[in-house]
């Protein structure tokens, strides 16, 4: 029996999908922080809800696990390159997180080559995802309060994060060239 693709976790990543170039605008373009830091929330409940809406309906699908991680990938560079813009995070860290992304959809036609749009998530890879998550809003909320602290707190995370994410990346590389070779 064929997975359905119109499942509600499936439509809480596409909700997602078109939230994210709406918060980015909105961030870059200043004056509506409100606005934008309500909308990124969403999105956060989101990223929470349909995967764990996914396993307990059983409703993970091909599509699902195609579209949650292209949302956060997309909000992660989306968001980091609006808030750079602003000068609320630093661009050699919006630059950090963007190349790594790059890097992996470089891998992508290796990936296509042997029938596979993504692999498994792993959990070193949702690891540095929650940790940006929360490192790029706590920078936004730094900068609207004006706390010194919170922005110390910001860096600390987003930097621990990109490492991760990396560390996260040249596993799935890794993992792709794997897949290469077992094909010969």
């Known amino acids: 029996m064929r997975a359905r693709a119109l499942t509600v976790p499936n439509a809480l990543s ?15 373009r200043g ?3 409100a606005l934008a830091v309500c909308l990124l ?8 809800l349909d995967g764990r809406i996914a396993r307990r309906l059983n409703q993970v699908t091909p599509l699902g696990t195609l579209l949650d991680p292209l949302a956060d990938r997309l909000a992660i560079v989306c968001v980091a390159v609006a808030l750079g813009a602003r000068g609320i995070v630093p661009m050699a860290l919006v630059g950090t997180v963007a190349l790594r992304d790059v890097l992996l959809l470089a891998m992508l036609p290796r990936l296509r080559k042997h029938g596979r749009w993504a692999l498994p998530v ?6 540095a995802t929650f940790a940006l998550l929360t490192g790029l809003p706590l920078a936004y909320l730094a900068e609207a309060v004006d706390s010194a602290a919170t922005a110390v707190a910001s860096v600390i995370v987003l930097w621990l994060g ?5 560390l996260a990346g040249v596993d799935y590389v890794r993992s792709v060239l794997r897949i290469q070779d077992l094909a010969g």
């Open 14 to 28: 596409g909700l997602r999908l078109l939230l994210v170039p709406i918060i980015a605008f909105l961030i870059g």
């Open 31 to 33: 004056g509506h922080d």
């Open 41 to 48: 929330m969403i999105a956060a409940v989101t990223d929470w």
């Open 122 to 127: 792993t959990y070193l890879g949702k690891c």
């Open 162 to 166: 990109a490492a991760a994410y990396w």
